[in-house]
């Protein structure tokens, strides 16, 4: 018998998840995503009743469901009392939520967002969406364009490289000397964080991904007057913003990339961590 | 001494153009560009003073010259009255034109546009336009997408390298066998022409670059339903519209993409087709 | 009912050849190839009873079949009275011998090697073994070493397309404006052969593909003294040789490089231009 | 005033890590180098009283120093008394000797080999040795050839990815759901160890990485009879070899690739690894 699974709220990503799960063969049913295509809902009491509910990404903000693809609103309070011990719960960036679900309701909710796979699948609809969105902010083609890319971690590494199979010609600004091999051993130009100085002089595009404090008043003076700055590490990022606006810099943000440029590809992503957990648990799916 | 050049009109290439020009030695001037950024203009009687002047790409449309950046008009049969014998005028995709103004006006007209190294440069900002509407117009990323490439000529080639180098499956579609055995060398599949219907199945993006009919309606029965279609080549393009539109098919068009892509790399290929003008007339710049 | 077929003499693509033709369905002999892996061989006056004979590539040298995998020894002017008008005779590089066996015996040779399509297949056994021979010439790692690919035809291209791949910094000497822009799109430094004098200095590794001479004393000169020279050109080369050895620079050869490096692939390529000869001619095979 | 070092013994990549300390200014002599290219040695009463001691890569074998570029012999036993404790030694692969020396002589014994910078570098060298012997190995080209490379640490990232970017159809094998998922980023098949048996069918080259038995009897069982399989892993590997030999399959070895590959290129990350530990114990150089 197929295994029951309710995508319960969310956006894009939640609708292409539900049917890559129908394609997969489980019984999908949703609720809260009525104006994503072509998926048919259920009323809520039927929502509640699958093995499996899939929450949001993230699950809540200011008390309520994150609903962006219905006119309904729902109170996360009213709906914690409404699920069952032997439901299984899968949501996005849970944080606290879990345990004190488990606390209060004896609930369990497991993150499928967390998952170190999860978030390196993520990397490619970000670094791609940087790129598209890098491209529509230029005037030059990213071909012989000099890019610096400051951080070398998940998104540093699929951008640089993306970039590099563009054309573009990359430097890669990291901490960690390991970090600097890699990036020469993979064809950058590897610039410890501490001699960024001398590096910004002609630089075209910059794209931070490290989320606290690297370009400051001093690095962003030494920045050509029409470089774009894309900040693409999570609050409160890497630049100096009120410098930057102070020196005429062009700070460009693209918040929540893998849902906008690639909600389908976000999608799979998160279908494989929950393959994942229900795998770690022994269930078959 | 400088010598002296006129940009007259056109579109973002000939601003680029300009600035590009004054970087490398020239003493220029503008007219018709005004709404552009930051180049100042001179009255039309001394624009029309210049050893050379460029005209834009394509220099006239309906006796109109093709000025986008300003609000004058100029009718061309009033400006090649005012040109000179001595002066080399320059102009885009200038056709019949050069012949009549040299056979009624004694001027000379020669094109900076079709030059083959031109075009060939032109094929990077068209190839990466054509990316980023493509990453603009689908849910998933290009990693994995199943993406074909109708035709391997200067814009087949480059889209080809560049989605694959982004990521993609890519297939080339050709009709010579030279052609076929190129996109094998650098790693494409290569499928001949009249093979094609058993290639279209699971395409997520197919891009045509041949001018003349590909895809008729057989054809694109055989596609996705969610297949994007993009329409890369001159009037009257490869893809059956009506057919298309009864399908349901997505098929986009994207005019005029090096302009408006990449105007200053754009620029910078006219700039370099205009050298070897020059060069090839024994002048010195 | 198969097709028959001989592949009479030659090397090792020419027993890799007989196999890939065994595996598509015809009905193979061989002789002259005992000593390649695995092919019965046949009595000469069986072999030459096939509808279509395969010889070898070059044909013949001093007025003997190429043989290479036998100890027997066939004088051409003995061969060819032994062969029907009505056989399909194919060989590589058979220059003025087709039309020499026409007239004199009535027979059909034709040339499976100069096809443009099974040259640019061999461009890539060719750039492997260039690598290959490359990686064993030199004490360093291909990443990051400067090398100079002079010519940008069938084999500078692959090559300096792989040589990028692996990590080496890449530039390409051409002469055509058109080249030049070829080689600026897919990301290579391109350098008008002219102007080659500036760009010699540190370089580790120069291919050469250009048949006339391109690398004179004067430049030579301007070389690095343990700079690695490869001449993958045919005779003459491109190469000062007398200058090269008295300024003591290491010029190495690697002619033969498909056959010796990857004689699979090489047959591979020879068949795709055999079966291009026969759908030519209408022939169903 | 120049700091001194002394290079004692070791191989090629000792001769140009000698070198390389010269250019950067060091005054550096050697002993045990002398059939090594150009180094003017010293006496070892001399050798022994630079400030810096670079020991060779391992350090010892069967209590001699190792040495493979002279007729001496030098036991270490006799070596360790001569040293002072304020001078620095530097060795690869040191393992419990550094201890040892501390407790026994008072010596400082730093290893330059097992920082993981120096080990990312190598796993350059390792890998275009790896390529290079491959080419050599195959009378296939690499361009479409479908390679599996087994393991996604160090040497297997990097191999993937020039096998990839020359052309060949490469397959990721790893344990772990983050390896694939960073193998599938980067445009691999990325397939789980325990689900290998289904991808082995017509695979010709596979790598393994991995130091502990992976390809056993059953698996090699289902390779394909000309299969190439090379041993990058340390002893014992992660091939059963008796099962190979019985199945007929050839496993190839290569040890020691990046000082044979690659001398020059293993010296500079030894090298970097030496200028890495010099500056975190806060010494110029």
């Known amino acids: ?163 590099q199979a563009i054309g573009a010609d990359v430097t890669v600004v990291a901490r960690k000397h390991s970090d600097l091999a890699w990036a020469e051993v993979f064809g950058f130009r590897g610039v410890p964080i501490k001699e960024l100085a001398g590096h910004l002089l002609d630089v075209s595009l910059i794209f931070n991904t490290v989320p606290s404090l690297v370009l400051d008043a001093p690095l962003l003076a030494e920045t050509a007057p029409d470089c774009v700055i894309w900040e693409l590490a999570s609050a409160p990022g890497g630049i100096d913003r009120d410098a930057a606006a102070e020196l005429g810099r062009r700070v460009l943000d693209a918040p929540g990339l893998p849902g906008i440029a690639a909600p389908a590809t976000a999608a799979a992503a998160i279908r494989q961590g929950i393959y994942h957990i229900l795998e770690e648990r022994g269930e078959s799916f």
Chains 1, 2, 3, 4 share one sequence.
């Not at 295994?3 to 894009?12: A, E, F």
């Not at 809902?41 to 509640?48: S, T």
């Not at 200011?62 to 219905?70: A, D, I, S």
């Not at 699948?121 to 790129?131: D, H, S, Y």
């Open 1 to 163: 018998m197929k295994r029951s699974v309710t995508v319960l709220g969310g956006d894009l990503r939640q609708v292409w998840l539900a049917k890559l799960l129908e394609q997969d063969g489980w019984s999908v049913c949703t609720w809260g995503l009525e104006k994503g295509d072509g998926i048919v809902p259920v009323p809520l009491h039927r929502a509640l009743e699958s093995e499996v509910v899939i929450l949001p990404l993230p699950v809540e903000r200011g008390g309520k469901l994150c609903l962006t693809l219905t006119d309904a609103v729902l109170e996360t309070k009213d709906l914690w009392p409404r699920l069952q011990e032997d439901q299984l719960l899968l949501g996005g960036m849970t944080g606290a939520l879990s345990r004190q679900l488990f606390l209060e309701y004896g609930l369990t909710l497991l993150d499928y967002y967390r998952r170190e796979e999860v978030q390196i699948l993520n990397a490619v609809p970000t670094a791609e969406g940087a790129i598209q969105r890098a491209m529509e902010s230029t005037e030059h083609t990213l071909l012989g364009a000099k890019c610096l890319v400051l951080g070398y971690g998940r998104i540093g590494k699929v951008l640089a490289h993306r970039l």
